[in-house]
C-alpha cells in the first residue's frame, strides 16, 4: 500500500489494524452525480481485499490510497451488475499496474464464465502487451475460485461456524453464507474475522436468518438499507423496469428490517451502505437512521463513500 491519505483524511490500516473502507454506497447499477456503486476494501494484516466490484470500483481504491496491483485478493456477493460490473476491469488495471502474483477472485456461479468471457474481450490487448511490452499474461496471473455457500449455518458453537469456509490466512479467517436476494440464487454474505476485529459485509439481501447467524456478535457489520418513504421517487425514474418495485421489496432489507437484523446478531456497529435510494437528497441522514433506531440500541453509522471503519 501506497502511503498517501485517503480524500477523507483517514488513514489507511496498519498490519493488524482491521478495518472496512466504504468504497461506494449506493445501491443499484444507475450512475450518476454523488455516491459511487457499491464496493468496499477491507484492509487486515497489510493486506487489501475487495468485496464487491460495482461501476468506478478501481478509481475509488485509487482516491482510498489503494493501486490496483496491491489488490491480490477480491469477492463478488453476487452477480447483479451493480457488484461486478468492474471486476474484469479491476483486474485488467492491477495486470496494467504491474501484478506479478496471481490475483484471486471468489465468487458464486458463473464467476468463472464471467471472468474467462472478460479476458477473452481483452485477448487482443493482452497479446499485443505481452508481445510488445514483455507483460506476463494475465490469464495465467487470474485464478477463480467459483464456489457454492451453505445456506444454513445453524450449527452449534463459535459465530458463524457451519458458513463456508472461503481462506484462511494471516490469522484472518473468511467466510460466507448463502443469503435471501432473490430471483438470485446465489447471493453471499461474507464474514471476516481477523485477531483484532470481526466485520460482516451482507451483499444484497432481504431479512435472512442466515445473515444474521453469520453476523452473531460482529464488530461491525456492512448491511444494504432501503427507504421505502424514497421507493415512489426512485420507481418513477425507472420506466422501462415495471417489475422493480416487487424485485425490490422481495429481495432488499428496509431500515426497519435493517434494526432487527443488527439488534438480532448482537452486533456492535451497524453500518448502513447499498443506500436504495442513493441519490435522493430529500431522504435526510435522520430520515435513513430513524426507523433503524427503533429496534436497534448499538451504534449506526450512515455510510459514505471513503469512509473508513
Ligand atoms: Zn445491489
Ligand atoms: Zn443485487
Known sequence: MHNREPRDGAAIAAPGDTKVVLLGTKGGPRINRGRANPSNLVTAAGRSYVVDCGYGVTRQLVEAGVEAHEVHTILITHNHSDHMLELGPLVYSAWAGGLREPIEVWGPPPMGTIVANFLDSVGYDIDIRMEDEGRPDLRKLVRVHEFDAPSSPTLPGLPGQGAAMVFERDGLRVSAVKVRHPPITHAYAYRFDAPDRSITLSGDTTYSPELIALAEGADVLVLEVMH?????????????????????????????????VAAEAGVKTLVLSHLAPGDDPSITDAMWIEDVRKNFSGKIVLGRDLMTI
Open 228 to 260: 421505502l418513504g424514497g421507493l415512489d421517487r426512485l420507481l418513477s425514474r425507472n420506466p422501462n423496469a415495471p417489475t422493480l418495485r416487487k424485485h425490490l421489496i422481495d429481495s432488499h432489507t428496509t431500515t426497519e428490517q435493517l434494526g432487527h
